[in-house]
């Protein structure tokens, strides 16, 4: 399930702070070294969608069949030029770009999801407004309506609120229709909401937690009782992790079930996965957000989490390892042997050192105990990958967006196609 970028956006200043006693480690980094690096070939490097020059915010993508012909495509959001692109896969293997919709300023986050159920999808958008941090309100929840084949217009359910880095679809209130679970980053302020389908494209916003910093509100049924629950990171000096279970007719009670005590912990995603597939939703949890100094770089406590789903609202916190300037956590059966790895990219690292790994899988030997493996160097600055069968072949590709903002900018790339 999906993660996106956020935290990128997140403060340009020195942040001091005490370190969280679970997560650092005085070993040197495994982001920066391994013993056995064969896991670099399993994957081959593809640019897919349009040529491009200069240095690309990819901020998010996702994997989906937009126009339904069996083939899948891939979603972006381009955060320097404002807009939504579709990455369309024509025929096996070849990709075709174009814009979509109008522009959006600082979209952050793209999804698929028929909001007017009428058959097709639609797009969703998050729109910060802009990317890089701002105290105004301009942020906005956009749709991109189709409404004839392949033809979208835009639609504006929200507009004027604390900059939005999330939007979800979902039947929150089980009434029929589709609901929006939504992340407000803000800067100063922010908030997790929810947004009640009144029908007609009317929406009403209904507050959850009233912290800045939101990243992610994705949702899921954590407590197995048949209604949809919404779960939340908040970042900035929060570094928290809510779930807001659903006590049915629009409410919803929630609790913190993690949290750091480093405030500069820089969470940057979360993704829900069931990792140990016990039919419990867990969550894949990915701090690695470092734009907070003066020079952006990785600290020794970046990493990747698992928040084991353990039933009635507790859930236990793994660390899985650590990954420099980790971000967008997967869970994927990288090496075919049955069980759910994790994937992650790294969107800060030491990039002037040849051997600095920009994506990794965490190998799971079957009892949950995870060895880093690097799956490439280069291209750097990557902050989303997202996982599916790409091209019909029965084995699973990766795709990942760059997003190159701070030096050096070499190793430079925009959308690639991992195939294997």
Avoid at 256 to 281: H, K, Q, T
């Amino acid at each position: 399930m999906r993660t996106l970028i956020l935290p990128v956006l997140s403060l340009l200043f020195l942040a001091a702070c005490s370190p969280d006693p679970q997560s650092v480690s005085n070993k040197k980094s495994s982001s920066q070294k391994s013993s056995n690096d064969s896991s670099l070939s399993l994957f081959t490097p593809e640019p897919i969608g349009r040529e491009f020059s200069g240095r690309p915010w990819i901020t998010d993508l996702a994997i989906v069949d937009l126009d339904k012909d069996g083939l899948l495509d891939v979603l972006i959001c381009e955060g320097k030029e404002n807009r939504v692109a579709w990455v369309r896969q024509s025929s096996l293997g070849v990709y075709e770009e174009q814009v979509v919709g109008d522009s959006i300023q600082g979209p952050a986050h793209v999804e698929a999801a028929d909001i007017d159920l009428d058959g097709d999808l639609d797009i969703l958008v998050a729109s910060m407004g802009v990317i890089f941090p701002n105290n105004q309100r301009i942020g906005s929840v956009i749709v991109l309506e189709q409404t004839d084949a392949l033809t979208f217009e835009k639609r504006v359910l929200a507009e004027g609120v604390d900059r939005v880095t999330d939007v979800q679809a979902a039947d929150l209130d089980l009434d029929g229709d589709m609901d929006l679970s939504i992340a407000k980053f803000g800067y100063d302020q922010g908030e997790i909401s929810w947004m009640e389908n009144l029908g007609n494209w009317e929406f009403k916003d209904e507050s959850l937690l009233d912290l800045s910093g939101g990243i992610h509100a994705p949702v899921a049924d954590f407590d197995s009782d048949g209604l949809p629950d919404i779960a939340a990171l908040v970042s900035q000096e929060w570094e928290e992790i809510h779930v807001f279970r659903n006590q049915g007719e629009g409410t919803f009670d929630g609790r913190s079930v993690y949290g750091s005590a480093n405030e500069d912990y820089g969470s940057s995603g979360i993704a829900i996965e069931d990792l140990n597939r016990d039919g419990l939703p867990d969550i894949l949890y990915s701090n690695g957000d470092a734009f907070d100094y003066a020079m952006p770089g990785p600290r020794p406590w970046h990493g990747v989490q698992w928040l084991e789903n353990r039933k009635n609202g507790y859930f236990k916190f793994h660390r899985i390892g650590e990954l420099a300037g980790a971000y967008s956590p997967i869970a994927v059966d990288i090496d075919e042997d049955g069980d759910l790895d994790v994937v992650a990219v790294s969107g800060f690292n030491f990039w002037d050192r040849p051997n600095s790994v920009s994506m990794a899988y965490f190998e799971n030997d079957g009892a949950f105990r995870f060895t880093m493996k690097p799956l490439a160097r280069t291209p750097t600055h990557l902050i989303v990958v997202e996982a599916a069968d790409m091209d019909q072949d029965g084995k699973v590709e990766l795709v990942t967006g760059s997003f190159h903002a701070y030096p050096p900018y070499e190793k430079i790339a925009r959308l690639t196609l991992w195939d294997r």
